[in-house]
């Protein structure tokens, strides 16, 4: 387990990944608090899934995946989505304006 500021500066300045990878050269959104709360305090928000996992039927999002990765979509790429994160068991609700 690793102190928040050592979390903090480990992430500081990161390029944002556009294509979703897991590596901690670039990050995305939901990449980013999972692995926070898993450095900070060792725990794990959510199970990870590949893309292949993910239900991605709309022809928007097949020109998108198509638009950025070509003909290699990488399908058994590791990943997390903000969905899987608002499910978590770990966390809870203390503010809603809905």
């Known amino acids: 387990m690793k102190s928040l500021k050592d979390t903090r500066d480990f992430f500081m300045n990161k390029n944002y990944d556009s294509k979703f990878l897991w590596s901690d050269s670039e990050i995305y959104c939901s990449e ?10 060792n725990i794990e928000l959510c199970t ?9 039927l709309d022809e928007v999002v097949k020109a998108e995946l198509t638009n950025r990765y ?5 399908w058994e790429e590791t ?4 969905s899987d994160i608002a499910a978590s068991n770990s966390l ?3 503010y809603s304006n809905y």
């Open 32 to 41: 980013l608090v999972w692995k926070s709360y898993k450095k900070a305090f």
């Open 48 to 56: 990870l899934r590949k893309l292949k996992d993910y239900e991605l």
């Open 70 to 74: 070509g003909d290699a979509i990488p």
């Open 79 to 82: 990943m997390v989505a903000p």
């Open 92 to 94: 809870e609700m203390i």
